[in-house]
T-cell receptor
């Protein structure tokens, strides 16, 4: 597609429920990244995919968080048993590999609110 | 510990003036430094990248400098316009096999007509 697409754009969920966030990167971009941004905070790295594999999962906050990528394209970030501190904007970005000249292209994010 | 520091206070500037934003970092040896613009409710948008061996990079009204001795980058917007109002993020990319980018918290710029 023309840009990075994320869905849903907004999600309100009850504490303890599971949620799935979807990212559709730019076609042909082999690298995909998940970040989250809390109010007034910087972007916190979560996980990086190269193709379908995730060589760096170091940013996932707990084992309630997992992500997968299939077909070198769409990625899903799953949060199990959501907690209120999970409330944030979850941003996905993609880049060609290597991305030296062009930086990352971000989606508009999914705003997750856990009530 | 590693830190990327941007002025957390908003920068207010009169239209037509040059806006200068600062990014300082500690305990990093970045291969590249990037600047992004973020508008409310949107994801960051890539603006410029500068390499460790480059002193300065320009793009239209934007200029970025990179001083690896001072561990600082300056981001300039000349002839600023109200449409330049946004939060600007700096990001460091450390060479290490893939492009892991760490972001600062950003500085909010308000250009006053």
């Amino acid at each position: 597609g023309a840009g990075v697409s994320q869905s849903p754009s907004n999600k309100v969920t009850e504490k303890g429920k599971d949620v799935e966030l979807r990212c559709d990167p730019i076609s042909g971009h082999t690298a995909l990244y998940w970040y989250r941004q809390s109010l007034g905070q910087g972007l916190e790295f979560l996980i990086y995919f190269q193709g379908n594999s995730a060589p760096d999962k170091s940013g996932l906050p707990s084992d309630r968080f997992s992500a997968e990528r299939t077909g070198g394209s769409v990625s899903t970030l799953t949060i199990q048993r959501t907690q209120q501190e999970d409330s944030a904007v979850y941003l996905c970005a993609s880049s060609p590999s290597p991305a030296e000249a062009g930086g990352y292209t971000f989606g508009s994010g999914t705003r997750l609110t856990v009530v | 510990s590693q830190k990327i520091e941007q002025n957390s206070e908003a920068l207010n500037i009169q239209e037509g003036k040059t806006a200068t934003l600062t990014c300082n970092y500690t305990n990093y040896s970045p291969a590249y430094l990037q600047w992004y613009r973020q508008d409310p409710g949107r994801g960051p948008v890539f603006l410029l990248l500068i390499r460790e061996n480059e002193k300065e990079k320009r793009k239209e009204r934007l200029k970025v400098t990179f001083d690896t001795t001072l561990k600082q980058s300056l981001f300039h917007i000349t002839a600023s316009q109200p449409a330049d109002s946004a939060t600007y993020l700096c990001a460091l990319e450390v060479s290490g096999g893939y492009q892991k980018v760490t972001f600062g918290t950003g500085t909010k710029l308000q250009v006053i007509p």
